[in-house]
């Protein structure tokens, strides 16, 4: 079992930037790490992956050039550095971690991210 806890969410003006962390409760070198979000009213969906060494990284076409995943193995956490925020990037975000064949996967808790003037 892993435990995933998110931080770094809160109400930030549109143009903004806001980095996200998730910490996990053991080792992440043996997951798929990404971070997905939720806004009012609609399906949660992907942000963004990072392969578990780093080198594999998929960005939706909706943040790609705005948003950067990273991780650091090293310090079990996971990171979501987004820049220019836009109102319509609203919503909770969730960290994921998951296995190749997703057969064990777990979720965080979600943070709150409000992009409002």
């Known amino acids: 079992q892993v435990q995933l806890v998110e931080s770094g969410g809160g109400l930030v003006q549109p143009g903004g930037s806001l980095r996200l962390s998730c910490a996990a409760s053991?080792?992440?070198?043996?997951?798929?790490m990404g971070w997905y979000r939720q806004a009012p009213g609609k399906q949660r969906e992907l942000v963004a992956t990072i392969s578990r060494g780093g080198s594999s990284i998929n960005i939706v076409d909706s943040v790609k050039g705005r948003f950067t995943i990273s991780r650091d193995n090293a310090k079990n956490t996971v990171y979501l550095q987004m820049n220019s925020l836009k109102p319509e990037d609203t919503g909770v975000y969730y960290c994921?971690?998951?296995?190749?064949?997703?057969?064990?996967?777990?979720w965080g808790q979600g943070t709150q991210v409000t992009v409002s003037s």
């Open positions: 053991g080792s992440i070198f043996s997951f798929v």
């Open positions: 994921n971690a998951h296995s190749v064949d997703w057969s064990e996967r777990y």
